[in-house]
């Protein structure tokens, strides 16, 4: 699949000098909201990415902010309800 984005004239001369390859930001802005959204896995966003291991996606993602892909937050209310759990099943 091609995608085509039309970008302003003037705005697609800041954009470039801004970025080495824009088509490349975009892909993997694509790529790291969708692992986000959990439309894309792990696996497809390194197919998306045409990256060679899944530590490379992973670093990607964690580039781009969407590795691990919880916030401290969730992990803390992660760990809080497994701690609820296991003190309910005793």
Same mark, same amino acid.
């Given at each position: 699949?091609?995608?085509?984005?039309?970008?302003?004239?003037?705005?697609?001369?800041?954009? @470039?000098?801004?970025?080495?390859?824009? @088509?490349?930001?975009?892909?993997?802005?694509?790529? /790291?909201?969708?692992?986000?959204? $959990?439309? =894309? %896995? =792990?696996? &497809?966003? +390194? +197919?998306?990415?045409?990256?060679? %291991?899944?530590?490379?996606? &992973?670093?990607?993602? %964690? +580039?781009?902010?969407?590795?691990?892909?919880?916030?401290?937050?969730?992990?803390?209310? $992660?760990? +809080?309800?497994?701690?609820?759990?296991?003190? /309910?099943?005793?």
């Amino acid at each position: 699949m091609t995608l085509t984005v039309n970008i302003p004239d003037d705005l697609a001369v800041e954009l @470039g000098a801004g970025f080495k390859n824009l @088509g490349r930001v975009a892909l993997e802005a694509l790529a /790291a909201e969708a692992y986000v959204k $959990d439309v =894309l %896995s =792990l696996e &497809q966003v +390194r +197919r998306l990415l045409e990256l060679e %291991s899944r530590w490379e996606a &992973q670093a990607a993602l %964690s +580039r781009l902010g969407a590795w691990p892909g919880q916030s401290a937050e969730e992990i803390v209310e $992660d760990a +809080r309800r497994s701690f609820e759990f296991r003190h /309910a099943v005793r």
